[in-house]
């Protein structure tokens, strides 16, 4: 089977810093307007986001299937129906959760109210990835104009076929005085991030996010950065090892294993080690046949780079091959593998892989996992397959991560009222149904007294002894 991938396409076109320019004061001058104040016409807009990914199904899915070889499956099923899911929980969450919520005010400040109020940030800049490059630009534009901001959208020049139908189409289906989008790749990322911006919501990888949040502190502009990292998965002794397999070689293996959160290498308790381990090549052979290169539902790597760097983590052994291994850099291809891991130090355990490489650990103790995890970075998400509650509550509290998931991998990134973020080298900030309308929105605090109140006299000089006595007791 004959799958293309990014290199194939025509690369994004350059956009000129006259047209960046035009675009950001466009949308600056419709967010001053006062267009996206009212609730009305948030909920127009996301529901016009909705359409754009329901009557445009068959493009954006060619588009994907171009970019990373995505099963058309997969690609609707993870880039276009969950995030009009998604978007649908904002419609229908977003009046409650603007509501005013009142608080108490202390006695001595009475009579008065006091209440928490959310507004609006103003302009943002939302830079996506390119694994999912409609799911990891829609949502958090819809986010953003939730909260009523305006945005201005950077999709990944890395995936151009998704990056030219973004182009085209967001303009169609939203209000254009309030979102823009600039193609293009660092220079206009660059011109972007030289910009003050309101808030700047940035996925991808570590290196880039270090640079967005240095050009965004010249500015004291807040930044959300979704990051990723080595996110473990812990299969325990008591564990159900079937379920275990499967959903393990689901998390590694969809798109490629080219997900933020995917089980990037495994914790195997020695006593069920080999058994498991056999179940996950089975699985590999159920889902894509003894031959996956010619199975339509295996996608592709990005580009040849990615699969060069790949090759390069394979290459540098310290394991033992379990099955697959193959790399063809020409078919950007690269086999599910599952590789037991002989040298704790292997280029495989020292970078975040993003692709389908499952390098295996086995552990005799509990404690063995746990310090390997707390030594290193935060990873994005952990999981754990277990039967106890006492084994998965020690790993949920004895370990930090962005999210944290027991007998199945990445769930939790579908509970849109869960919020979705790293912590640390992970990232920092988070969004997802409400937590999204936070994280644009800025939480104002209003108190109101009445016209004609009267100051409480223990709060002006001259200051008695009585008066501190008095505070002291009221406080």
């Not at 989008?181 to 270090?210: C, K, M, S």
């Not at 807040?222 to 008591?238: A, N």
């Amino acid at each position: 089977m004959t799958q293309t991938a990014a290199s194939d396409v025509d690369p994004t076109p350059s956009t000129s810093r006259e047209e960046i320019d035009a675009a950001v004061a466009r949308v600056r001058a419709g967010y001053a307007s006062g267009r996206t104040r009212p609730l009305e016409w948030r909920k127009q807009q996301l529901a016009a986001l909705v359409r754009m990914l329901e009557d445009n199904e068959d493009q954006l899915v060619a588009a994907l299937a171009a970019d990373l070889g995505r099963p058309p499956f997969e690609g609707w099923a993870m880039d276009l129906r969950l995030t009009a899911r998604e978007i649908g929980e904002l419609v229908s969450g977003l009046e409650s959760w603007l509501a005013p919520e009142k608080v108490k005010v202390p006695m001595l400040f009475q009579p008065a109210r006091a209440q928490v109020v959310r507004e609006p940030l103003g302009t943002v800049l939302v830079i996506a990835p390119w694994n999912y490059p409609i799911q990891l630009l829609v949502a958090p534009l819809a986010a953003a104009i939730a909260a009523g901001n305006t945005v201005v959208c950077k999709p990944s020049e890395v995936a151009p076929a998704t990056s030219a139908a973004m182009a085209r189409l967001i303009p169609e289906y939203v209000d254009p005085a309030a979102v823009a989008v600039v193609e293009g790749g660092v220079d206009e990322t660059t011109a972007l991030l030289d910009r003050p911006w309101d808030h700047i919501l940035y996925t991808g990888n570590g290196t880039v996010g270090r640079i967005v949040a240095a050009s965004a502190a010249r500015h004291l502009t807040p930044v959300t950065l979704e990051l990723g990292g080595k996110s473990p998965v812990i299969v325990h002794s008591d564990a159900n090892l079937k379920y275990a397999a499967a959903r393990i070689a689901y998390g590694k293996f969809v798109n490629a294993g080219q997900t933020c959160i995917a089980t990037d290498h495994l914790w195997v308790h020695r006593d069920v080690a080999d058994e498991l381990l056999r179940l996950v090549e089975d699985e590999i052979t159920d889902r894509y046949g003894a031959d996956p290169r010619s199975s339509k539902d295996f996608g592709r790597i990005v580009n040849s780079r990615h699969t060069q760097r790949i090759r390069t983590l394979l290459d540098a052994g310290g394991y033992d091959l379990v099955c697959g291994g193959d790399v063809d850099l020409d078919a950007r291809y690269v086999a599910p593998t599952v590789a037991r891991v002989t040298d704790p130090g292997a280029a495989l355990m020292g970078e975040e892989i993003f692709g389908p490489v499952l390098p295996v650990l086995v552990y005799d103790d509990l404690d063995e996992p746990i310090k390997a995890i707390v030594s290193g970075d935060k990873p994005l998400a952990l999981y754990v397959f277990t039967s106890s509650d006492e084994v998965a509550d020690r790993l949920r509290d004895e370990t930090s991560s962005g999210g944290f998931c027991v007998n199945d991998v990445m769930l939790h990134v579908g509970v849109s009222n869960l919020p979705f973020g790293g912590v640390g080298a992970s990232g920092y900030g988070a969004y997802h149904g409400r937590w999204g309308v936070e994280t644009f929105s800025h939480r104002k605090a209003v108190l109101r007294k009445p016209s004609r109140s009267i100051d409480a006299p223990i709060l002006r000089p001259p200051y008695k002894p009585w008066k501190k006595w008095l505070t002291k007791k009221v406080f």
